[in-house]
C-alpha cells in the first residue's frame, strides 16, 4: 500500500502524494471538497510519513496540512492506516484533528476541532 498519487475522499476533499520517499517521508497537496464550504480555502502543501511497507503491508501514516487561507491559520493533522482488500484496491481510513489560531488564552477552548 503506497500512498503516491491521487486520493479523493467521500466528502469530495483531494490529496495528491507527489513525493514519496525512500525514508518513506511524503510531500504533496491537499484540496477540500465542496462540504468544506469555506471558499477560502486553497490547494495546500501537505508533508507526511508512512510506515515501512516492507515491514507492514496495511502502513499507518500521517500528515500535516498548513493551509493557505486568505484570513486565518488553520493546521490539520491526519492519522490514519491503508488497507488492502482481497481484490487489491486501496482505501485510506484517517482521523483528523483542526486548529484554528485565536488572538488569547481565553479563546483557546474554541480553537480545535
Not at 493533522?77 to 486548529?99: K, M, P, S
Request: aromatic share 8%; net charge negative; charged share 20%.
Amino acid at each position: 500500500c503506497l500512498l503516491s498519487g491521487s486520493w479523493r475522499s467521500n466528502t469530495g476533499c483531494r490529496m495528491v502524494v507527489s513525493t514519496l520517499g525512500k525514508d518513506s517521508r511524503f510531500s504533496g497537496s491537499y484540496l477540500p471538497g465542496p462540504a468544506a464550504g469555506d471558499s477560502e480555502l486553497l490547494t495546500s502543501p501537505l508533508e507526511g510519513s508512512q510506515q515501512d511497507t516492507g515491514l507492514v503491508p496495511q502502513p499507518i501514516f500521517s500528515f500535516t496540512v498548513n493551509w493557505r487561507l486568505r484570513e486565518a491559520a488553520r493546521t490539520t493533522i491526519f492519522l490514519g492506516q491503508c488497507y488492502v482488500d482481497t481484490n487489491g484496491e486501496e482505501t485510506l481510513h484517517a482521523l483528523w484533528l483542526l486548529r484554528e489560531a485565536t488572538d488569547s488564552p481565553a479563546e483557546d477552548w474554541k480553537a480545535t476541532r
